[in-house]
């Protein structure tokens, strides 16, 4: 898992003359026989063809530095260029020595978005190998210091605390996603994993109020997740209708 790289393209404007035409239509003579001279372009034109040179505050606009935001992911992506080759090993293999490997860098940066990000790779690894116990504490302290990645860190824990039947803790830390990270592309995933939580807690009312607002372009895992929180709340009918949608209308 690594961050992605930057691609920049650049456009180039051409332009083309206007030709003119030869022949006695082209132009025209006065009574003397006498061809008009061509006229001359307004002042007005003349001043509006100029081009305005950038004023102080536009140089001092175009020299302003990186935001911090910035600056924070470029670190990021610099140090991931060590960190890459190490976690694509785990991922990969997810043998000991690459566990340890990985794990090893994100001790020596534990303040740094890299750490942060070595320790989200520990703990998804630990989800590809179904060891959800073992993820939780990787990705608690990738948490601390997630920075840009924390979206991606509050979904797997909280999905590892549902697979590991620890519900009342993956609800706590997937209440307020929305709230936080409102643009985020997880965020039906989020409410699936919120929802299969509430549900294990116990509370099926709260868990079709999160999915109601989902259904909608429709999606087959939210449709199945609507079905067992209507079937949960003993809402049969709308039970049966979501779950039709699912079996006849969504094939695999």
Same mark, same amino acid.
């Given at each position: 898992m690594s961050l992605g790289a930057w691609k920049s393209s650049a456009s180039i404007q051409s332009a083309t003359g206007n030709s003119q035409s030869s022949g006695t239509s082209a132009q025209s003579t006065d009574t003397s026989g006498r061809v008009p001279a061509p006229k001359q372009p307004s002042a007005t034109k003349t001043a509006a063809a100029k081009k305005k040179k950038p004023t102080k505050t536009q140089r001092k606009r175009r020299r302003k530095p990186p935001s911090a935001r910035v600056r924070r992911v470029h670190r990021a992506f610099v140090a991931s260029t060590s960190l890459r080759p190490m976690a694509q090993q785990l991922l990969q293999d997810r043998t000991p020595a690459a566990y340890a490997g990985v794990e090893g860098y994100a001790r020596r940066h534990p303040k740094e978005d890299a750490g942060a990000l070595a320790w989200l790779v520990t703990g998804y690894a630990h989800i590809v190998d179904h060891d959800y116990a073992k993820a939780i504490e990787p990705l608690t302290r990738a948490k601390s210091s997630a920075g840009e990645l924390g979206e991606y860190v509050t979904y797997y824990l909280g999905t590892t605390y549902l697979q590991a039947g620890r519900s009342a803790e993956a609800v706590a830390t997937l209440a307020d996603f929305s709230e936080k990270y409102p643009d985020s592309l997880l965020i039906r995933d989020v409410h699936v994993t919120y929802a299969s939580a509430l549900l294990a807690e116990g509370r *099926? $009312? &709260? @868990?079709? @109020?999160?999915?109601?607002? &989902? =259904? $909608? *372009? @429709? =999606?087959a895992d939210v449709e199945l997740a609507v079905g067992r929180a209507y079937e949960a709340a003993g809402e049969i009918a709308k039970a049966s209708a979501a779950l039709h949608n699912v079996y006849y209308n969504m094939p695999t």
């Open positions: *099926p $009312q &709260d @868990a079709i @109020a999160v999915l109601e607002k &989902d =259904r $909608q *372009p @429709a =999606r």
